[in-house]
């Protein structure tokens, strides 16, 4: 029976370089896997996933809009597919994770969804909420906070380095960047 996946982490725990990897294991024994992304993440351009070590691959990119049952049936029809990726998980809808339970449950193909598993006010994403509720398996991929404890949050920084307590949850187009953080440091920016 296929599972579905929920690995999930803070910024730069190597997420994207996990997803490559499992795709390269499955393609690597002649099967055949689709690796999708949400369009919101501009990064690296469309239709790609990238990680910061320096391997890419193709993706499907997919909007908050599209029914990813029929995608993944459509590309399943074409070539069978041994497996599904998809980078960005965080930004799927409760309707999207819904899709990808029958993708696993009727079509019989696993689904691995990386991403966030919460903002940078510690809410947890509506992708994240659904998988956290859904999935088969619950896999935390770690990084490390500046003080070396395990970093499970997540803060947004200005374009000066400053910590930002308001915003909308996703920030597209400014100069903000992230850094992972443990909840005690996080504690400290944003609740204290
Ligand atoms: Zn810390």
């Known amino acids: 029976m ?8 803070a910024m730069n725990a190597g997420k994207s370089t996990s997803l ?3 795709s390269y294991n499955y393609r690597e024994r002649g099967m ?3 690796v999708m992304t949400a369009s919101i993440d501009d990064r690296y351009g469309k239709g790609k996933v ?3 070590i320096g391997i890419e691959t193709d993706a499907q990119v997919f ?5 990813l049952t029929q995608m993944i049936s459509d590309v399943h029809q074409a070539a069978p597919l041994s497996c599904v990726l998809v980078d960005e998980c965080q930004f799927l809808s409760k309707e999207q994770v819904k899709q990808l339970t029958h993708v696993v449950d009727n079509i019989d193909i696993p689904v691995l969804c990386y991403g966030l598993r919460t903002d940078f006010q510690g809410e947890l994403f509506s992708g994240s909420h659904y998988l956290l509720a859904w999935a088969d398996k619950l896999v935390e991929l770690k990084t490390i906070c500046h003080c070396g404890r395990k970093a499970n949050m997540v803060v947004r ?3 000066e380095g400053k910590v930002m307590r308001e915003g909308e949850q996703v920030a597209i187009g400014g100069n903000e960047s992230y850094e992972s953080v443990c909840r005690k440091h996080f504690r400290e920016f944003i609740w204290d």
């Not at 599972?3 to 982490?9: A, D, E, G, K």
């Not at 909007?63 to 029914?67: L, T």
């Open 2 to 9: 296929a599972q579905l996946y929920f690995y999930y982490s």
């Open 20 to 22: 490559l990897q499992s």
């Open 32 to 34: 055949n896997t689709l």
């Open 50 to 52: 990238a990680s910061r």
């Open 63 to 67: 909007s908050s809009q599209d029914d």
């Open 157 to 159: 920084l200005d374009g």
